[in-house]
């Protein structure tokens, strides 16, 4: 925690030196010379760095302390107490039988019972329950919008959620007067179950070592991939066999503001993007943008000549502008005409359905030629946002350029 602590405020000191390095040099016209602002970009690119450390830092804390939390109750004798009833896939007998399967491809009868529970009708299997949650917490890892966002989880295909359009009032009304009645119009989101999947492949002699952490590695594995993969469809997805993302043009996001600049905003148009939102979601709202837009947000400033953007001090933490989190990732659109670059907004109005289970599955010819293993895994995930008002963009002035074919 110590040395965490130490990153933020060596992270705040540099800050405080960046600015003043660029306050020093600028001219009696205010402008800064070509040399001045490289070196400038260096040390907020430092200060990003800074940054990212601590995020995987304080990332690695978090989940030391998980792993380190009890994994099951005391026992605890009570009188007549009713039984509780436990998943199939949340016992030792399962998992070892899984992990037993995964190392081998010779299944004993007693794996092959112990797991005909968990069989689906493509000859994979249910994950066991701890697995799953270490595969949860690799995709949340992976995916930073998870963990912003609403998740359900359903055995169903599909989810119908019901949505309230507009506001209740009251009204003022005369001692006897009858009481008006407000009628409420509902709509309807649906949350498909879209499929995902992605295999990888290990050696045979890390397969035979007892010493091999199988679980933690495939966990880790698959939590990179397909977390990547879920943070993109969030984002940006089609809708079409994916989840809706945030920056759909029919369901997603509504405009807030637009830049007067093809290639940069200015604090007006944040002020104006902040403002856009209904003071009912501010007050849980986050900004998301990509790095290449946050180092330009990180040399506005407000009226009063403060800069807006402000590193985060304390641990878990994160960096605010206008008071607000802020956070970043690889698949907000570039900074380029007539792109949606900057999102506000409550994003727990954004619905990730989770369908269970994730299922396994181990191909034991696929890469025989290599002496490698196959494993492939498979979940139903789909996301959309339920309340478009409650995310605002910004969107940069000029028409975006087609995309190359091919």
Not at 203 to 212: G, R, T, V
């Amino acid at each position: 925690m110590s040395s965490i602590m130490d990153l933020r405020n060596k992270r705040a000191a540099l800050w405080q030196e960046t600015k003043s390095f660029l306050e020093t040099h600028r001219n009696e016209n205010g402008m800064v010379d070509a040399a001045s602002v490289a070196q400038y970009d260096r040390m907020t690119a430092d200060v990003k760095a800074l940054g990212d450390e601590i995020k995987r830092l304080e990332d690695q804390m978090e989940l030391d302390a998980q792993l380190a939390a009890p994994t099951s109750t005391p026992v605890q004798t009570k009188p007549m107490a009713r039984k509780e009833k436990v998943k199939v896939t949340a016992t030792e007998e399962y998992n070892t039988a899984f992990w037993d399967a995964m190392r081998s491809e010779m299944h004993t009868i007693e794996i092959r019972n112990a797991l005909s529970i968990g069989k689906d009708d493509e000859g994979g299997f249910t994950v066991p329950d701890e697995f799953e949650r270490k595969l949860i917490q690799g995709l949340e890892e992976n995916d930073i919008f998870r963990k912003m966002a609403h998740v359900i989880h359903t055995s169903s295909g599909t989810r119908k959620i019901p949505i309230a359009n507009d506001t209740l009032e009251a009204a003022w009304i005369d001692e006897g007067e009858e009481i008006p009645e407000t009628t409420t119009k509902f709509a309807q989101a649906t949350l498909n179950a879209y499929k995902m999947g992605t295999l990888i492949r290990v050696s045979n002699e890390l397969l035979n070592d007892s010493a091999f952490d199988i679980a933690s590695y495939i966990a880790d594995r698959f939590g990179k991939t397909m977390g990547r993969t879920e943070e993109k469809a969030f984002i940006v997805g089609t809708g079409d066999k994916q989840p809706t993302g945030l920056l759909n043009d029919t369901v997603g996001a509504q405009l807030g503001a637009t830049s007067a600049s093809e290639t940069s905003i200015t604090f007006d148009e944040i002020f104006k993007l902040y403002y856009s939102l209904k003071s009912p979601y501010r007050s849980k709202s986050v900004f998301l943008c990509n790095e290449e837009l946050l180092l330009q947000l990180m040399m506005l400033k407000d009226g009063q000549s403060n800069y807006i953007w402000r590193p985060g001090l304390d641990i878990g933490k994160p960096d605010t502008i206008l008071g607000r989190p802020i956070y970043t990732s690889g698949y907000m659109p570039r900074v380029a005409a007539g792109q949606k670059v900057m999102l506000f907004g409550d994003m727990s109005y954004y619905w990730i359905a989770d369908r269970a289970s994730r299922t396994f599955r181990r191909l034991n010819e696929l890469y025989a030629t290599t002496d490698q293993v196959g494993f492939m895994t498979t979940q139903r995930v789909d996301g959309k946002l339920i309340l478009p008002e409650a995310i605002k963009y910004v969107k940069l002035a000029g028409t975006p350029a087609e995309e190359p074919n091919g």
